[in-house]
């Protein structure tokens, strides 16, 4: 079959039989749909052989690059053993072994791993153990959640409960249970009217006041640590998060730290809450636990929550919670040869001098003449278009100008995926001064010749 129609019949199943997340299909493949059918380092290939930059690292999950060959090995040495096997009355070397890791590795203080699949259910997980923790302690009203608005925790219904993204989030109200909200810290655009640093960070003020005044029923704080990602890489200032903490600590309350966007090395620390010496007692991880090659997503907890869990049978302390292909051995092949890599290779300290790059080139683009703000933490970033610099106004949503911004890059060999009017750039971790300045430069030449 030649190329072409290979391609046609291809765009025919997809139109005639996919659905596609977070979509409109009505105006999916208007302009024909990229097929994607390889990767290498931090490159995808399409259909035709044309080489793209992954700009977004395959929405945020890819760490050391595609086709990366000690995990490649790593997975295939396990498909000649097992692929997968239950947690539910079984234990397997892969699943115990990896959680030793991610203890080492994450914020200390937490000594549990309960494995799932996915981000959203990782959250799903630390919400359940946080409610179930307090009714165990004998704290019945405990039993609600303090969210930040912006805030994203993924698709699943208790996960959109702690969401704030109204543009996702808002029709499914009916379904979702009540949360208290804090304002976010979008110091660009400060809810509270305020500036930074002038303001003193009055949204922990405001936070602290709803906590004050309901800490009785109130189960845990839901946060994503220094950045809001889903909302458009919005970064909280220094010493926000340690601020959240102390109202936790203060109030006897529970801190869910929800890292499946910041962890493994993603904001130039392997975890966001190591910035500022944050000790969650509830941690969600997902992403970049397999760099982006399976399904895999771990919820931890510290050993406190984990014994008030503990009791006889007939006691019902247990947590009733579990998913099919809980700790899948693929999976943790993948991540556990990933966290060598990561070792073996120096992945963050060598990321260093590819952040501080990023950093000048990206200052480049912030004096463009629509660019109102561009953010950064790692190699996590957000460049907020706008109409109009000096009063920062949106571009109204109908103008598309993100998309369009998004397929001007394709056109010149990048992937790259906006929030609204927000340019996210994520590139992998493993990528190159080249390449990373080849992204930047595609970027502010697209952003250029569409706002212009
Ligand atoms: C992506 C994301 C999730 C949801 O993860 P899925 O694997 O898509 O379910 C949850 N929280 C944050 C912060 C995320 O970025």
């Known amino acids: 079959m030649g190329i072409q129609s290979y391609k046609k019949r291809i765009e025919k199943l997809d139109r005639d039989y996919l659905w596609h997340p977070f979509t409109q299909m009505k105006e999916w493949g208007d302009s024909g749909p990229l097929i994607i059918t390889e990767g290498r380092g931090s490159f995808l290939k399409d259909i035709f ?11 945020w999950v890819t760490v050391h690059g595609h086709r990366k060959k000690e995990i490649d090995d790593a997975v295939k040495a396990q498909l000649d053993r097992i692929s997968h096997s239950t947690l539910l009355g079984l234990t397997h070397p892969l699943a115990a072994e990896l959680a030793e890791m991610l203890v080492r590795i994450t914020p200390q203080g937490l000594s549990r791993v309960f494995y799932s699949d996915n981000g959203s259910t990782a959250v ?20 609600k959640f303090l969210t930040l608005n912006n805030a994203y925790h993924g698709d699943t219904l208790g ?32 809810e509270l009217g305020k500036e930074y640093p002038s303001c003193r960070k009055h949204c922990l003020k405001e936070m602290e006041k709803i906590v004050s005044k ?14 809001q990602g889903a909302a458009g890489m919005l970064m909280s200032p220094p010493g926000y998060l340690r601020g959240v903490r102390r109202i936790c600590n203060k109030y006897g309350i529970l801190m869910i730290a929800d890292e499946v966007a910041t962890g493994f090395g993603r904001t130039g620390k392997m975890f966001a809450c190591d910035h500022e010496n944050v000790k969650p007692d509830i941690f969600c991880i997902a992403k970049g636990i397999t760099a982006g090659y399976l399904p895999l997503a771990a919820t931890l907890a510290t050993e406190k929550i984990y014994r008030a869990f503990l009791g006889k049978h007939e006691d019902l302390k247990t947590f009733f919670h579990g998913h099919t292909y809980t700790g899948n051995q693929l999976s943790c092949a993948a991540a556990i040869a990933s966290l060598k890599v990561f070792k073996k290779e120096q992945t963050i300290a060598r990321m260093q001098r590819k952040i501080r790059v990023l950093h000048k080139e990206l200052e480049k683009i912030s004096e463009l003449s629509h660019v109102g703000e561009v953010r950064q933490k790692g190699f996590m970033t957000g460049i907020e278009l706008v109409k109009d610099r000096q009063g920062r106004e949106p571009f109204p949503l109908k103008e598309k100008m993100g998309w369009k911004v998004c397929a001007r890059a394709r056109e010149k060999g990048l992937i790259i995926r906006p929030l609204g009017n927000v340019i996210v750039l994520m590139p992998p971790l493993s ?4 390449e990373l300045k080849s992204l ?13």
């Open 49 to 59: 052989g044309t080489w793209y930059i992954d700009g977004v690292s395959s929405i």
């Open 124 to 143: 799903e997980i630390g919400l359940k153990i946080a409610f179930q923790y307090w009714q165990h302690r004998g704290r019945k009203n405990k039993t």
């Open 159 to 190: 996960a959109v409960s702690v969401g704030g993204i109204d543009l996702f989030h808002e029709l499914f109200a009916p379904l979702l249970f009540d949360t208290f909200r804090a304002p976010s810290p979008y110091c660009y655009r400060c």
């Open 214 to 227: 309901h800490h009785d029923e109130i189960a845990a704080i839901i946060i994503e640590p220094l950045v």
């Open 431 to 434: 990528i190159s001064i080249d």
């Open 440 to 452: 930047t430069r595609i970027t502010g030449q697209a952003i250029t010749e569409i706002t212009d």
